[in-house]
């Protein structure tokens, strides 16, 4: 599967933003999705996942109640909506795709990327 992020800019702290990661090719209901971000001069960090079903979702402690994965497998998109932002959540974000039943939060189970988007969140 192929997929192409997008969404990422510049806002204040306190302001929303809504990711979009939309996948190309076959059965992507059958794919668990997740999105990373990375910092300059930090490690790929887990942010969210969500089950292929789109019936179960984790997420890092640090965006917990702030940020919401979902899915619309009919639109073969995934979504990452991002509020009450905080400078600490400026990165790039990557959307991932793995052919699993379970959402893993380790990079290296993930078997499809999508390109960056920019996230830049101002003081």
């Known amino acids: 599967v192929q997929l192409q992020a997008s969404g990422g800019g510049l806002v204040q702290a306190g302001g929303s933003l809504r990711l979009s990661c939309a996948a190309s090719?076959?059965?992507?209901?059958?794919?668990?999705m997740a999105w990373f971000r990375q910092a300059p001069g930090k490690q790929r960090e887990f942010v969210a996942g969500?089950?292929?079903?789109?019936?179960?979702?984790v997420y890092a402690d640090s965006v917990k109640g702030r940020f919401t994965i979902s899915r619309d497998n009919a639109k073969m998109t995934v979504y990452l909506q991002m509020n009450s932002l905080k400078p600490e959540d400026t990165a790039d974000y990557y959307c991932?795709?793995?052919?699993?039943?379970?959402?893993?939060?380790?990079?290296?189970?993930?078997?499809?990327w999508g390109q960056g988007t920019e996230v830049t969140v101002s003081s």
């Open positions: 991932a795709a793995d052919l699993s039943v379970d959402v893993y939060l380790e990079w290296w189970e993930y078997d499809s």
């Open positions: 090719g076959r059965a992507f209901n059958t794919y668990a």
């Open positions: 969500i089950s292929w079903s789109g019936d179960s979702t």
